[in-house]
């Protein structure tokens, strides 16, 4: 839609959003596309489920962070059935633990159909909790005082996968009631063989109960992704499981989810399912989104035709396959660079650098990126191993990665605690949780920071230190160690000595203020001063003054002892380019334009000497500052 823009031109901004969401695209043209399928039946041997319209259809996908995308029926309500079972499956893992739950029904897929009256004949034990003897075992295994208390559990919990109190369907409860004899077999059965621990007719209560929980399409596929969030709702930030069992459910439901197609499921979908005879299909991508479809006709194994097609074109467009390789292990480390293509932001003196320009090299800084795993973080492990030659300071940012597991952290572990040992220095920016407080008997081998560019500046200090070098931050008192000031007669700087103005300044305070007249330079004699922009930017995580990073604005540059701040005044810049800030108690010498413009009446030289060194200086820096763009590129 074309608007009137304000110049009177005509311009393409619109006063709406974007169009529809990619995903919400695809699930429109699919859902188009598989509406026409008419293949299968509407289930009958539950009576009440007869009533659905073969032509209902709805599709849904929600991701991990909450974002929830449907079209067609995705609001029609019909009941949950075998999609229950994986997770009271999980409630019985919660309540009774992984072996105890072991000892009543296997993991194994049987390759009969969910309804089959067959057991493991060795351990008697129903093949898994997928198919209907297994299910009714895990019912029975769900923890409660009572058959209420049992019910109870049973349907909170799936309302909290779902985000939302989940009915029960009395009258599919009822039909599934007055027609659950093989049920009722499956149960004498189990109980004959010791598999059940409560009452036959009590557990197919909660069992007839809880597979007549009322749902929607939408209500799937927010429990798919919850599952797929570690246990917790993405919606409501609710956890539905514990953690630790969100790996078990998924695994069985890999395995066993689809009955008797489940090899096929896993070699044309690879994704974690399960499926209901009412026409309802859930599919799991961890760690991404999951996918409910309802459609009511059944193939022969009692899945939903269109919801098997569904998944299968979604996992084939999207590239969800499980199984498929992931090429984000391969770029894990986003850049190795050595200290002399990128250094911190400190402004040193020319002597300084010249100090530091043979040594830069010992600093490696390795940026990680993406999520972090065993196979990702031994990866990263060899690349710093690969880097050690002639390096005594290992810097590793971790500002770009996002999840670390357990098995990553016991990795890093190992990684900073091989660096300390090979008797270098291993220091840690934006470092993960497990990760902070290195334990390795020598914590000066070991450094925190919470920005790449405070690291190095520390690195490149510690150099200086290790050199026996004189540090920068010691107190320069003699005007003729600035570079602004090289090339000056002893006579001109006594003259500049005599007419500056030595201030001194708390941490925090400005010493120049953006937009504020620039009438002078200021010699750095003691402290720190870091260059900022006035307006809100990245915070550096430093704290000056008490102030959040993010008040100071975003930092430019820093400056120590020696080195000159402000000296475009001299060049006749009218107003300041941002501020200075103090990082620390500091000292400057302050010369107003003025103050100079006098010294050249008796001293006509001065000004060309100055004028040289700032663009020398300024030379220097730009240099600097091309490497550092190029090792960006890199």
């Known amino acids: 839609m074309l608007v009137e823009a304000a110049s009177g031109r005509r311009s393409r901004a619109s006063t709406q959003g974007l169009a529809s969401s990619p995903i919400e695209a695809m699930l429109a043209r699919l859902h188009a596309e598989l509406s026409g399928v008419d ?91 997928m198919v209907n003897a297994g299910a009714i075992v895990t019912t029975a295994l769900v923890g409660g005082d009572s058959l209420d208390d049992r019910l109870d559990r049973v349907q909170s919990v799936l309302s909290t996968y779902a985000g939302r109190p989940l009915p029960i369907d009395e009258r599919v409860c009822a039909s599934e009631r007055a027609t659950g004899d093989r049920n009722r077999a499956l149960g004498w059965l189990m109980s004959s063989f010791g598999m059940l621990e409560h009452d036959v007719e009590e557990t197919l209560e909660v069992y007839f109960n809880q597979c007549a929980v009322e749902v929607t399409c939408r209500d ?21 499981i514990d953690a630790r069992y969100v790996a078990n459910v998924l695994s069985v439901m890999t395995t066993c989810g689809m009955y008797d197609s489940a090899g096929e499921w896993v070699y044309t979908v690879g994704l974690p399912a399960k499926s209901g005879v009412a026409g309802g ?49 391969r770029s894990v480390v986003r850049r190795s660079v050595r200290g002399s293509e990128l250094r911190s932001s400190r402004v040193r003196s020319a002597a300084e650098d010249a100090r530091l320009a043979e040594h830069r090299d010992a600093i490696v800084l390795h940026e990680l990126q993406g999520d972090l795993c065993f196979a990702s973080a031994e990866m990263a492990y060899r690349a710093v191993d690969e880097q050690l030659d002639g390096v005594d300071l290992v810097v590793v940012d971790f500002g770009r990665v996002g999840h670390v597991d357990e098995p990553a952290i016991t990795v890093l572990r190992q990684l900073e605690a091989s660096v300390v040992a090979s008797g270098r220095t291993f220091v840690a920016v934006r470092a993960p949780e497990g990760l902070r407080g290195g334990q390795h008997g020598a914590p000066d081998a070991v450094r925190q920071f919470a920005d790449a560019d405070t690291a190095l500046e520390w690195c490149e200090e510690s150099l200086l230190d290790d050199l026996g070098l004189a540090s920068s931050r010691d107190a320069v008192l003699d005007l003729a160690q600035f570079d602004l000031l090289s090339g000056v007669e002893a006579e001109e700087r006594e003259a500049i000595e005599h007419r500056v103005d030595v201030r001194a300044y708390e941490a925090g305070s400005h010493v120049f203020e953006q937009g504020a007249p620039a009438d002078g330079v200021a010699f750095l004699l003691e402290g720190r001063v870091s260059v900022r922009l006035a307006a809100p930017a990245v915070a550096d995580f430093s704290r000056t003054a008490g102030r959040e990073p993010s008040m100071l604005g975003r930092r430019l540059a820093t400056f120590g002892p020696g080195v000159t701040v402000g000296e475009m005044a001299l060049l006749g810049e009218t107003t300041r380019s941002a501020d200075v800030i103090c990082d620390e108690p500091s000292r400057l010498a302050f010369l107003s334009v003025q103050s100079l413009r006098a010294i050249e009446a008796d001293h006509p030289s001065i000004g060309r000497h100055i004028e040289a060194n700032i663009a020398r200086v300024l030379a220097a820096r730009l240099r600097a500052a091309n490497a550092q763009i190029q090792a960006l590129e890199r």
């Not at 229950?84 to 897929?109: I, T, W």
């Not at 193939?299 to 969800?320: P, Y």
Request: some cysteine.
């Open 39 to 129: 293949d299968g039946d509407v289930a009958t041997y539950i009576p009440e489920l007869s009533n659905a319209d073969p032509a209902w259809f709805g599709m849904c996908v929600a991701t991990i962070d909450g974002q929830v995308s449907e079209v067609g029926d995705a609001a029609q309500p019909f009941t949950i059935q075998s999609i229950s079972k994986p997770f009271v499956f999980g409630m019985a893992l919660e309540d009774r633990g992984v072996d105890a739950v072991a000892r009543h029904v296997g993991v194994e897929p049987s390759g009969n159909p969910f309804n089959a009256v067959v057991v493991d004949p060795l351990t008697s034990r129903p093949f898994n909790p």
């Open 281 to 329: 299909v859930i599919a799991v991508l961890p760690g991404q989104l999951g996918i409910g479809v309802f459609s009511p006709r059944l193939d022969g194994h009692g899945n939903s035709v269109r919801g098997v097609a569904a998944c299968r074109r979604l996992s084939s467009e999207l590239q969800l396959h499980l199984l498929r390789a992931p090429s984000s292990l």
């Open 220 to 240: 799937l596929a927010v429990m798919a992704a919850t599952l797929a969030n570690g246990g917790v709702n993405p919606i409501t930030q609710e956890r539905a």
